[in-house]
């Protein structure tokens, strides 16, 4: 059962942005701590970026400063803003709820959108 929606992916060059947001008709994102993960083929689910309900932000060894995540509880949505992209970004991205202690584990996250695809091209 979907409960949450992603959307903004698409095809990108090298070098450029992209601004994926998560919206959900079903479920209150103040009550959580929401978080950002993607999936390359042949890949593990693999974690990018989560923010807290008091904004305090974690990312992925790999984003380097180049993601910022967001949230605006007042339109229960939660944005990721992705610069300076690269071909190894290129992923199915979901966005995911957890009410869990752990924001930066795959399996504390029990509510899952269906993903957004986002290609970089060279």
């Known amino acids: 059962q979907v409960q949450l929606e992603e959307s903004g992916g698409g095809l990108v060059q090298a070098g450029g942005s992209l601004r994926l947001s998560c919206t959900s008709s079903?479920?209150?994102?103040?009550?959580?701590?929401m978080g950002w993960f993607r999936q390359a083929p042949g890949k593990e689910r693999e974690f990018v970026a989560a923010i807290r309900r008091n904004g305090l932000a974690y990312y992925g060894d790999f984003v380097k400063g180049r993601f910022t995540i967001s949230r605006d509880d007042a339109e229960n949505s939660v944005h990721l803003q992705m610069a300076s992209l690269t071909p190894e970004d290129t992923a199915v991205y979901y966005c995911?709820?957890?009410?869990?202690?752990?924001?930066?584990?795959?399996?504390?996250?029990?509510?899952w959108g269906q993903g957004t695809q986002v290609t970089v091209s060279s």
């Open positions: 079903r479920l209150t994102f103040s009550s959580y701590t």
């Open positions: 995911a709820a957890t009410d869990g202690i752990w924001a930066t584990i795959v399996s504390s996250y029990d509510r």
